[in-house]
């Protein structure tokens, strides 16, 4: 795969640049902001399902008794302009990278609304749609590029374990399948302009696996790359994965992709996050990111940490030479990337491996 030429050559050296110079800026939680709209059954539903179908398919596709409320990724085709605007929002804040809104946009999560043969439309309109906001601020600021991320999410199935407590060897997912959705997925992010792929929230190293096989099998079929980045979970104190691996062993799990970074975000804060960072910012080859969630979530599912505390704290991982990419994940705002971005600005990036031999 890393014999390929890049797709967008041009974009990667900007890139490669950009992180030569300084840490990286992420953006915040898409679904906090979108939250924050208080949209109903039919704000989700936009004039497109406002019938309970398809309304712009050939093929009507009903939802029968299926509510699509807190489908966030149907935003993107029902409500693009809340979508841009959130991208707008961190763009504002300093951030360097955002997220397409497609956590959930492969056929296996969207089956949950039965909307299945929107995924292809959904990564394509999604990368359409960071890529106008990130071409908008480039404009305005053309010595400080920015750049779109393609998400890829974990999916809401494991291939890894089962989950019939009763039936340990049983599966409800193969690694076929997975490929294949991340495959579609992929192809939509790619065409819709994404400059990089991210297979993010990894609880289960087999379903990276298999996006990152997906992924493989996509750019020979095209003939050209584009850089991936690998983010894991850690999903609770116990310092592994849900399916059993330490930061280390993740990291040698994916290394063979050759990513552009590999880290951490999701299901704890910066500060329960640090020792892993720390692991692999000791270990990886490549660069570190970490987009951490504000805090634990509270007895309402809220998170209370300001930021002001996230700043303090993601200032420390800066300071000791930890990041290369750095934002926020769950109940992150704006203001938290803002004061991120503030905080790390006087440091400088983590040195990869040969660069630190080099100096020495």
Sequence with gaps: MSALPWLHPERVALLERALAERILILDGGMGTMLQGHRLDEAGFRGERFEHGHDGAHAHHHDHPGCDLK?????????????????????????????????????????????????????????????????????????NKPRFVIGVLGPTS????????????????????????????SAAGLIDGGADIIMVETIFDTLNAKAALYALSELFRERGARVPLMISGTITDRSGRTLSGQTAEAFWYSVRHARPLSVGLNCALGAADLRPHIQTLADTAECSVSTHPNAGLPNAFAEYDETPEQMASVIRSFARDGLLNLVGGCCGTTPAHIKAIAEAVREYAPRALPGEQQEAA
């Design 70 to 142: 807190g489908n966030n990724d149907l935003l993107t085709l029902t409500q693009p302009a809340i979508i841009r605007g959130v991208h707008e929002a961190y763009l504002e804040a300093g951030a360097d990278l955002v997220e397409t809104n497609t956590f959930n946009s492969t056929r296996i999560s969207q089956a949950d609304y039965h909307l299945e043969h929107l995924a292809h439309e959904l990564n394509l309109e999604g990368a359409r749609l960071a890529r106008a906001a990130c071409d908008k601020f480039t404009a305005l600021t053309p």
């Design 157 to 184: 199935r494991t291939a890894s374990l089962s989950p019939d407590v009763n039936d340990p060897g049983f599966r409800n997912v193969t690694f076929e399948e997975l490929a294949t959705n991340y495959r579609e």
